[in-house]
T-cell receptor, first 112, second 114 residues
């Protein structure tokens, strides 16, 4: 039973355009969400996060939107750059739990 | 700078061998984790530890054990390696009770069991 779902295994976007990566969750107790980026043969690195008390968080080219009623969050990258090509993982956590619940990841390919 | 170091990047082991994967963090973090990453399955938690000598099972603990004798070191042990344990293993650490808040990962260890 996947509590965090990234339904698109891969996404291809033209350089300079907007990349939108989606994530859905089922557990209404989740109150903190994170996005991680992973290059091949490297560990994931933290990208951006959002608390459930917000519906948007922005950091440079990266914006995360949270729709609690739909249990949906999305990561927008504008403009997309070749270095953004990576696998992006969505993760969620609730309360004082130690465990992050991870999505399966979406491979983003930025075409020149 | 934050540092999680995994001792081996690439290992090839035979079926039935005992395998040790070592992880050290220099951030004085309470929480440490071992994940494996497989294509299409994302990151799956094997074990985690929120204190020295403490350990908790994650989602897929079968075939694995862990050891945390010191705060900075968390070891993953495959008692008898099998081919279905061929994977990328990721160690991670974080601070405080809220384990997900900025979790830092090591570079990963690629294990092939033949």
């Amino acid at each position: 039973d996947q509590q965090v779902k990234q339904n698109s295994p891969s996404l291809s976007v033209q350089e300079g355009r907007i990349s939108i990566l989606n994530c859905d969750y089922t557990n209404s107790m989740f109150d903190y969400f994170l996005w991680y980026k992973k290059y091949p043969a490297e560990g994931p690195t933290f990208l951006i996060s959002i608390s459930s008390i917000k519906d948007k968080n922005e950091d440079g080219r990266f914006t995360v939107f949270l729709n609690k009623s739909a249990k949906h969050l999305s990561l927008h990258i504008v403009p997309s750059q070749p270095g953004d090509s990576a696998v992006y993982f969505c993760a969620a956590i609730s309360g004082s739990n130690y465990q992050l619940i991870w999505g399966a990841g979406t491979k983003l390919i930025i075409k020149p | 700078d934050v540092k999680v170091t995994q001792s081996s990047r690439y290992l090839v082991k035979r079926t039935g061998e005992k395998v040790f994967l070592e992880c050290v963090q220099d951030m004085d973090h309470e929480n440490m984790f071992w994940y494996r990453q497989d294509p299409g399955l994302g990151l799956r938690l094997i074990y985690f530890s929120y204190d020295v000598k403490m350990k908790e099972k994650g989602d897929i603990p079968e075939g694995y054990s862990v050891s945390r004798e010191k705060k900075e070191r968390f070891s993953l042990i495959l008692e008898s390696a099998s081919t279905n344990q061929t994977s990328m293993y990721l160690c991670a650490s974080s601070f405080g009770r809220r384990g997900g808040n900025t979790i830092y990962f090591g570079e990963g260890s690629w294990l092939t069991v033949v």
